[in-house]
């Protein structure tokens, strides 16, 4: 396997393609079942390996002190479990929207474990990276382990399934929504029956959704708005949405004809992480 000092590796997003909430649990966290797919689409992380130790992010985000970016976090708790001597040089191209629900914070959490495992020669499991991970962000394990999943628990139970790669298109509509506030608000349907039998004969939907239209309408504007090309959804607890198409020109087409006060990206759907597809072949 190669030795490496520097890396570059991509921090996907995922999608949630449905979001059902079951209940809640006594520590406030939400019981979830949800389709995890990822796209080939992302942030993208820069890694360089020093000797002094220390851990220092190269660029910032706006109004989030270094010490809270979950970059830094990972990497520092990633040393403390492990006690390397190693250190790293880390900066990163942000392209996922912040409060997206495209899972931007937790995907990149999860690259910055799966590469400094690599970098600082760790050879950790992926079971204990998820581990450490899902201290961070319940979405973390998901992007470590890198498959197409179900996922119950917190989000942290994983099955993997394998869907139809497909395109999407997914919209921001220049909202930040708060996971936190859309999870405590009193509203929230949290009864949704657990999944029986064949998840894919079962109806679906995103639980967080009308919830979400309500407080805001710039979402129920884009749902409304992608109808005209298939069913829409949101993921997470929003802001984004998506619907998807068959071909990548069709996306492409409908990209053209977003209004301007919105962003949008058109990606592949994957069922194995592209950060995984990258660090195999960048290790062998
Ligand atoms: C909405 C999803 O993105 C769906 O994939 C995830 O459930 C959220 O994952 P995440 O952003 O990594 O979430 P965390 O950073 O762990 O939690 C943010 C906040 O969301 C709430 N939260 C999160 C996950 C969960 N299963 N139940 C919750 O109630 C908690 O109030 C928590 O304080
Ligand atoms: N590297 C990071 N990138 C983005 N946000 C970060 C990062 N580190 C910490 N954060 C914080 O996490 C918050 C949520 O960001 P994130 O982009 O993960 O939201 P999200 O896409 O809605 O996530 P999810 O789908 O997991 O709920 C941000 O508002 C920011 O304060």
């Known amino acids: 396997m190669a030795d490496l000092t520097t ?3 991509i921090a996907p997003a995922k999608l949630n393609l449905f979001l059902h909430i079951n209940g809640r649990l006594p520590n406030g966290y939400h019981e979830l079942e949800t389709l995890f797919v990822f796209l080939d689409y992302g942030d993208r992380l820069h890694f360089k390996r020093t000797d002094d130790g220390a851990i220092t992010l190269k660029t910032q985000i706006d109004g989030l002190p270094d010490e809270e970016n979950l970059i830094y976090k990972a990497a520092y708790a990633l040393k403390l479990a492990t ?3 190693f250190g790293a040089e880390i900066s990163f191209d942000k392209h996922l929207p912040s409060g997206g629900g495209v899972g931007g914070g937790s995907s990149d959490a999860a690259t910055t474990l799966l590469a400094l495992n690599a970098l600082w020669q760790l050879a950790l499991p992926l079971e204990k990276l998820a581990e450490i991970g899902v201290a961070l962000g319940a979405d973390v394990p998901v992007f470590i ?3 197409a999943a179900i996922a119950q628990g917190i989000g942290e139970k994983l ?3 394998n869907l139809p790669e497909t ?7 220049n909202v930040h929504i708060s996971t936190g506030v859309i999870f405590n608000n009193a509203n ?21 959704e009308e919830l979400v239209k309500k407080h805001y309408p710039e979402v129920e504007k884009t749902l409304n708005w992608l109808l005209k ?3 829409s959804r949101m993921t997470g607890t929003g802001a984004c949405c998506f619907v998807s198409f068959e071909t ?6 409908a990209l053209k004809s977003l209004p301007e006060t919105w962003q949008g990206f058109v990606a592949r759907s994957t069922n194995i992480s592209p950060a995984h597809s990258e660090l195999r072949t960048k290790l062998n």
């Not at 009864?191 to 039998?197: A, E, F, I, Q």
């Open 7 to 9: 890396l570059s590796l």
């Open 167 to 173: 395109w999407y298109l997914v919209v921001h509509p």
């Open 145 to 147: 382990n890198g498959q």
């Open 248 to 253: 990548q020109h069709a996306a492409l087409e």
């Open 83 to 85: 006690n390397t001597a």
């Open 159 to 161: 099955a993997p399934v």
């Open 229 to 231: 090309y298939g069913p």
């Open 188 to 208: 929230l349907p949290r009864n949704t029956p657990k999944l029986s039998g064949d998840w894919q004969s079962s109806k679906h939907r995103n639980d967080c």
